[in-house]
């Protein structure tokens, strides 16, 4: 009989926490793995929302977020700190998604231990590196020397084919947010308590159509953030709305969005939502104004358009599947195109009926069948 596989999977942040938790609970239970799992910390409070829920205790946290970080700082901490739990566990593969600064410093410790590392969520390209700014270089690095890509589309393998990276480590296997997606709304089946704190919102919003709103991505800061306020101000004149926005825990965000939003009637301002909640809300929602990736890919599953507000996305799928639209940051666009999806129920129900591109709710037990190999 092979000795289990030891598979250490290092992440940091709220999305790669939601993203890989499937995963987590999947190689915990195959007695072909022994699973290992190192958090940074790179995110606190809001990794710890989804560590809770998801029943996730980590055998490393290296703790290591500090307010406002700076990239570098950051990266130079994650790869110290990842490098000492490497040196002492010896893993036989390690696991990153996405493309953040933990995912990338965790995957070039790997590399310079010589360990394989196994991309979750590879591919994905803007062909910017300043949009998403630095997470399109952050992937890039990764995925040129990770030994499994597991790709979240077609279009996301052909992306690495195109980069000269070996087509047979490369496999399609659907997005595991749509796992993640699929466990938790059964949990709140099962629990409806777990999400019921925006009932007194819901009964203040009642009558009104409710956007639901995330911003948060750095290259937003200043001008982008201030028109994306801005919009929101706008929009939120119209006595048929509502807004819910929980705001993220950057100190550049809230600084913004306080100052622009607070005190506006129809606006909830609100703290990150942990995962149940923000499901939730995808639920109650008629539609998601959002910068973030994860959501350009949860809120099509359960029907809700999604205008992006960027000015590219690395996540094309679901503009060409019209499950979603990119809107940019300009301030009368976010406007004009947000009143579209009220005013023009035709707009709207092309979007909410669209098929979802990002997976079947299936990605995890392909990988895991893939990590077993
Ligand atoms: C990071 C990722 C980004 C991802 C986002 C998800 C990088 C470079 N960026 O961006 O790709 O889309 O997470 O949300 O990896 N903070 C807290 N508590 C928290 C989380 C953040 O106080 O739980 C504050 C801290 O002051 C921290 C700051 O937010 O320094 C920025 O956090 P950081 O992880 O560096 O950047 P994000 O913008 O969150
Ligand atoms: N999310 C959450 N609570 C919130 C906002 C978002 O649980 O208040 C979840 C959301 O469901 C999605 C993920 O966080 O799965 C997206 O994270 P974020 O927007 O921070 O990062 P990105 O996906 O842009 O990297």
């Given amino acids: 009989m092979t000795a289990p596989r030891k598979i250490l999977t290092v992440f940091g942040t709220r999305p790669e926490a939601i993203k890989l938790f499937p995963l987590i609970h999947a190689l915990e239970r195959d007695e072909r793995f022994v699973s290992r799992v190192c958090v940074s910390g790179q995110h606190r409070g ?11 205790a980590p055998d490393h946290d290296l703790d290591l977020m500090q307010p406002d970080q700076t990239l570098d700082a950051l990266t130079a901490r994650l790869l110290t700190g990842i490098g000492q739990v490497l040196d002492r566990d010896r893993p036989d593969v390690v696991v990153v998604q996405g493309d953040t600064a933990t995912a990338m410093a965790g995957a070039l410790a790997a590399y310079y231990r010589k360990i394989p590392v196994a991309h979750v969520e590879a591919g994905l390209r803007s062909g910017d590196i300043h949009h998403p700014w630095p997470e399109e270089v952050n992937r890039k690095v990764i995925g040129s020397f990770a030994a499994l890509h597991f790709a979240p589309t077609a ?47 819901e009964q203040r919003f009642a009558g009104r159509r409710i ?3 995330t911003s948060h991505r750095r290259e937003n800061f200043g001008q982008g953030m201030e028109a994306i306020a801005a919009a929101v101000a706008r929009l939120a004149a119209r006595p048929d709305i509502a807004v819910i926005f929980p705001v993220h825990l950057n100190p550049n965000v809230r600084a913004v969005m306080n100052e622009r939003l607070a005190g506006l009637d129809n606006v909830a301002l609100i703290e990150p939502l942990d995962y149940p909640h923000f499901a939730r809300l995808l639920d109650i929602a008629h539609l998601m104004l959002t910068d973030s990736g994860g959501v350009q890919e949860e809120a099509p599953a359960l029907g809700k358009p999604v205008l992006v507000m960027r000015e590219t996305t690395e996540r094309p799928e679901g503009v060409e599947a019209g499950t979603a639209k990119l809107v940019g940051t300009d301030a009368d666009c976010i406007v004009a195109e947000t009143e579209r999806l009220l005013d023009d129920p035709a707009a709207y129900d092309a979007m909410a009926h669209a098929h979802n591109p990002f997976g079947d709710g299936q990605a995890t037990q392909r990988i895991v069948e893939l990590l077993a190999l």
Avoid: Y
């Fill in 46 to 56: 809001m990794l710890d929302q989804v560590l809770e829920i998801a029943s996730v």
């Fill in 155 to 201: 279009t996301a393998a052909e992306a690495l084919r195109c980069e000269n990276v070996d087509p047979a480590a490369i496999h399609v296997t659907g997005n595991t947010v749509i796992d993640a997606l699929h466990w938790i709304t059964d949990r709140i089946a099962d629990e409806p308590s777990l999400a019921n704190d925006l009932v007194p919102l």
């Fill in 211 to 213: 956007i639901g709103m």
